[in-house]
């Protein structure tokens, strides 16, 4: 086994050996031990060499044998939005009885409870495959105004109490946390509200709530929210967290949790950039990205949407959904005005990273980034296309021609939350199946494939979006969903570390285990690479170290086979 090295041997301040160390670095693929100083990696190899590297003052950290990885990166994961304690949880309620059945336990715990808030409802616990309603909702709320948000936090469900006190009706419909949906016989508002993620997530959206009231959007809500999803995230061996969508407002959460010691994960965060976005605003994102530049917190992306989402039948496709007459879903933007956008974006230098799920969304996000280099010459932007959810595959080779990233969510593939009998299959239609999510399809023409999990939308844990990748089957077992489009284990793993570093300019400091790169790894409790795919779920991060510091270890870690945290059982909120 070879070896490398920064210097000559020294006393470290940590050395870890027996260990199976998969690098992700084709120069060194494989090492057994490795030394650190001054919280970055001065060497990797044999274990027998070792030794040298130990002296007074170092800490030894014993592998056992096990499985050593480059901590992960989540690409796309919302730790500020997270899991609400103080909201009904709704993931896996299947009726609108077990939505109610929640409701009214919660309500009956809490009778004092000014607001009922609730997350994760499934479009598909709605009877006959439409939109909930407000009368959907008020025979467990009664006359306490309620606010619930969906699995993917697109859209909100209000009842008639909510719809009362938030102002809502027949001619106030255009709210600045979205777009509150009509009767078309009565003008009524139904109690549906989409673009939610649009204009309820913004700055805007977000302070129109808190004005309105609702507990949700109270900054100590927002910072428990991140607090508890950043405990998640390192504990699932997530070093660095790639965080979407937040405003300049936001920003004072970040530094909070930094403040007071939870900030054990590395940070970007992204800023969102709404339609309306001024020049002044610009400015403002450019003066962010250099205060917050440092390893632990780095600003600088901006996030746009180009379309919404399938379940709603929100996403622009190509072609109509199926059973929907003429209707294919609209682009937040006419295609010309958003690739002038990106151009003028692009040659400001900022990075993009474009929401785009339907095939025509996407194809409008391809077209754009085209154009801006046209317009100002090729350069490395690595804009990202996030979710490519149904693509056509007349696209696919675009993404390495363009340089665009396909950042996307394995778990959303999942049978068990996309598949046949679910809205994203019955909505697009069994004929546009083959475009469900082709991860093999891209990686096999050459983009560059940043994995995430899109927490709360789905489980954090990269275990379970390993599995999915691997196999496309549901989490407990069963039969796979378009299985030609999974990933073998070696290109999961290196979506979720060298691919995600490299989507976000940071590989030359994260995403492989490196001489001269960050000490950020993580060690498992099973050889992911050698065991069979139904047994990676249920694998823990047993040591996670971030800059040469172990911030979890074996004894931190609760029960044998569990998972860290609460959302590891299915599909959860946003």
Known sequence: MTSTTTSSPAPADLVLRDARIHTVDPALPAAEALAVRDGRIVWLGADADAGRWTGEGTRVLDGRGRLVLPGFIDAHNHVRLGSDDACVQLAGAGTLDEIHARIRAWHAAHPGAEWIEAEAFDYSAIPGGRMPHATDLDPATGDTPAFVLSYDVHTAWLNTAALRGLGIDRDHTELPFGQAQTDPETGEPTGFVKDFAVKGLSRDGHRALRDLGVPWASPDRQYGRLAKSLDDAIGYGITTVVEPQNSLDDLALFERARAEGRLRSRIVAALFHPRGTSE???????????????????????????????????????????????HRGETFYPADEFADLLAELDGRGFQCFVHATGDRGIRTVLDAVEHARSVNGPRDARHQVVHVECLDPRDTPRFAELGVVACMQPRHCAPEIAGPGKDWAENVGAGRWHKAWPMRSLHEAGAVLALSSDWNVAEMDPMAGIYTALTRRPLGGGEPWQPGETLDVETAVHGYTMGSAYANFLEDERGSLTVGKLADFVVLSRDILRIRPQDIPGTRAEVVVVGGETVVDEEAVVGDESVVGEEASGRAAV
């Not at 917190?297 to 190509?318: F, S």
């Open 280 to 326: 002044a605003d610009l400015d403002d994102f450019a003066a962010a990205a250099e205060r917050f530049a440092d390893d632990r917190l780095r600003v600088g992306p901006l996030k746009l949407y180009i379309d919404d989402v399938v379940e709603p039948r929100t996403a622009a496709l190509l072609e109509p959904y199926a059973g929907c007459g003429h």
